[in-house]
């Protein structure tokens, strides 16, 4: 069973699309994330969740919402998506405090 | 606030050699510490984290760090690296008890050399 899952793997979309990435944890964590990793691999944080509810939004574009249904899960929406949008998002997740963060397989977001 | 320092982005090492990955951290309030491992197409996993307790700390795959608060550093050190070695390696840090958010290094790349 995988733990952090994340679909779709792969996305390819052109400039001005809107987009969705799902994320799904079954470890019974309280805390979930949205990272972005850019072409330099640097990793940013953009939101977390605990128990359903928003704790970080890290200055990213209102383009960006998230949405967490129940604490087993939290999906990305992307409006209007621009070239810069390009990058590798991972969802994750960990039980706090001290929790190591389990990260899913990432999602390859690719704007022509 | 916090931030983390790798020094390296790129570590080439001999296949059966030793290697060291440096990172260093600063903070104002008790810190936990953390590496992570990333290989190709893959997300984050974790090698081993520094809570509490003893400063020398074991994790997965032969790997081993050392807190040293004086040096505000917690390198990461393998004594023999395998071909599967071959990765990117984050450091991460983030205040002690309760939630607290997760800053990452901007990770080094070990490249291991048949």
């Known amino acids: 069973d995988t733990a952090v899952s994340q679909t779709p793997k792969y996305l390819v979309t052109q400039m001005g699309n809107d987009k969705s990435i799902k994320c799904e944890q079954n470890?019974?964590?309280?805390?979930m994330y949205w990272y972005k990793q850019d072409s330099k691999k640097f990793l940013k944080i953009m939101f977390s969740?605990?128990?359903?509810?928003?704790?970080i939004n890290e200055t990213v574009p209102n383009r960006f919402s998230p949405k967490s249904p129940d604490k087993a899960h939290l999906n990305l929406h992307i409006n209007s998506l621009e070239l810069g949008d390009s990058a590798v998002y991972f969802c994750?997740?960990?039980?706090?405090?001290?929790?190591?963060?389990?990260f899913g397989d990432g999602t390859r977001l690719s704007i022509l | 606030a916090q931030s983390v320092t790798q020094l390296d982005s790129q570590v080439p090492v001999f296949e059966e050699a030793p290697v060291e990955l440096r990172c260093n951290y600063s903070?104002?309030?008790?810190?936990?510490l953390f590496w992570y491992v990333q290989y190709p197409n893959q997300g984050l996993q974790l090698l081993l984290k520094y809570l509490s307790g003893s400063t020398l700390v074991k994790g997965i795959n032969g790997f081993e760090a050392e807190f040293n608060k004086s040096q505000t550093s917690f390198h990461l050190r393998k004594p023999s690296v395998h071909i599967s070695d071959t990765a990117e390696y984050f450091c991460?840090?983030?205040?002690?008890?309760?939630?607290?958010?997760?800053?990452f290094g901007t990770g080094t790349k070990l490249q291991v050399i048949p």
């Open positions: 903070s104002s309030v008790s810190v936990y």
């Open positions: 994750a997740s960990s039980q706090p405090p001290g929790g190591s963060k389990h």
């Open positions: 969740y605990n128990n359903k509810e928003l704790i």
């Open positions: 470890l019974g964590h309280d805390t």
């Open positions: 991460a840090v983030s205040g002690a008890g309760g939630y607290q958010k997760v800053t």
